[in-house]
């Protein structure tokens, strides 16, 4: 059984940065991507970030310049997140992504930037 396991949420005031951890649990496999989502209050979910196999990243634009993925594909992936602001709130998920399968979600994990 295959886990993704996030830590690193935690309430930071604007200005502030956090970092974000996801885990893999379960699996060997070289995923074709792992990432981040996020969903805010009354908001869908939305991509925030993914760090490709072959090494390459991308982006929201929103947090693009603010935000830096790095890591694996296989064990690890980390949200480094400066400048945060506060819409930048939401539950945080981490994603790896599948060939010909629906993709991996961990359970999420809480960042509020207060204001």
């Known amino acids: 059984q295959v886990q993704l396991v996030e830590s690193g949420g935690g309430l930071v005031q604007a200005g502030g940065s956090l970092r974000l951890s996801c885990v893999t649990s379960?699996?060997?496999?070289?995923?074709?991507?792992m990432g981040w989502y996020r969903q805010g209050p009354g908001e869908q979910r939305e991509f925030v970030a993914a760090?490709?196999?072959?090494?390459?990243t991308t982006y929201a634009y929103s947090v693009k310049g603010r935000f830096t993925i790095s890591g694996d594909t296989e064990n690890r992936v980390d949200l480094q997140m400066n400048s945060l602001k506060p819409e930048d709130t939401a539950v945080y998920y981490c994603?790896?992504?599948?060939?010909?399968?629906?993709?991996?979600w961990g359970q999420g994990t809480q960042v509020t930037v207060s204001s």
């Open positions: 760090l490709h196999r072959d090494g390459t």
């Open positions: 379960g699996s060997t496999f070289n995923f074709p991507a």
């Open positions: 994603n790896a992504q599948r060939d010909f399968a629906s993709p991996y």
